[in-house]
């Protein structure tokens, strides 16, 4: 075939959806991915109102649109309108990542293989018979459920402010591993070797209530959120000599880095565009 037949041929598209999304760092994220691995792509950021989830996703597909990602607020309801999911998704209630084949939107959730991925890969952090605690019950804890208890943790435990959330999560993922949940009262006298922070405490500047002696020797400590500077909860784990203190930016990559993988077969390296990311939220 001619070159002039492929001049002003469409590259593949693909989006992250959100509201809000102008911040979305996805779009920034999947370009170095696709520079990288010379993918010829374009990734784009789409406000969607609430309430025109649906109709958003299915204009994108009339477009011949190829991959979505899924941001706060329709996760859940990108889990309800995809025709086909992931054991992981299936089990997170939430979808992240849809590829687009035809009719077919297959669904599927990077979070918590983008939080194991950074936790054991760039952080080299073994989480085989170690003793996790994850604060929070919400979404984003049960999003990286599934992956953390495939790592065969010798405890995972849920600890939540409203203790009957983590009781009610801890039981649904019974089946997945060692397991269980309650207040932060119930791990007074616990101690574990990795704590992640999975509450939307951080963006208040709060931490939930920690005991002083919660660390054992050697203990990692992980919060979902990033930033500029330190969370109050990376605070708290410097302040409690945690052997190492990470934010949640890793993950961000991470999860971009296997939604990448399922769209176009190909693996991106991450390390460098992990570095550039932070690079620039530190300028
Ligand atoms: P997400 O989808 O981000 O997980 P969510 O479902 O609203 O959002 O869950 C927020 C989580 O952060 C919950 O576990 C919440 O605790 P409650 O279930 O008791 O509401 C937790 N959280 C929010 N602010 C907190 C704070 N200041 N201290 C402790 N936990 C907090």
Not at 43 to 68: C, E, M, P, R
């Amino acid at each position: 075939m001619s070159d002039i037949f492929d001049f002003g041929k469409k590259v593949d598209d693909y989006a992250v959806m959100g509201n809000p999304i102008s911040h979305s760092k996805s779009p920034s994220i999947h370009s170095l991915f696709a520079e990288q691995t010379q993918q010829s792509l374009l990734y784009t950021a789409i406000h969607v109102d609430v309430g025109g989830f649906d109709q958003a996703v299915g204009n994108f597909a009339a477009s011949g649109g190829k991959g979505l990602n899924i941001t706060v607020p329709f996760k859940q309801e990108a889990w309800d309108l995809v025709t086909q999911r992931s054991e992981r998704a299936e089990r997170a209630g939430a979808v992240n990542t849809i590829k687009i084949d035809g009719s077919q939107l297959y669904g599927d959730n990077t979070d918590g293989v983008g939080l194991v991925n950074d936790l054991t890969i760039n952080n080299d952090i073994e989480l085989k018979d170690k003793s996790i605690l994850l604060m929070g019950a919400g979404g984003a804890a049960r999003g990286v459920l599934i992956p953390l208890l495939k790592q065969n943790p010798s405890l995972l435990f849920i600890a939540n402010r409203t203790p009957d959330r983590a009781k009610d999560l801890a039981s649904d993922f019974s089946d997945a591993g060692n397991i269980s949940g309650g207040g932060y009262d119930a791990i007074k006298d616990m101690k574990f070797d990795v704590v992640i922070n999975a509450t939307a405490a951080s963006l208040q500047g709060e931490l939930p209530p920690l005991p002083d002696t919660l660390l054992n020797e050697g203990a990692s400590c992980y919060d979902m959120m990033y930033g500029a500077k330190p969370t109050t909860f990376m605070d708290w784990a410097t302040k409690h000599q945690a052997a190492k203190v990470m934010d949640g930016l890793g993950m961000l990559v991470e999860q971009a880095a296997e939604s990448f993988f399922l769209w176009r077969n190909v693996k991106p390296e991450t390390k460098t565009v992990i570095e550039k990311l932070r690079k620039e939220l530190l300028e």
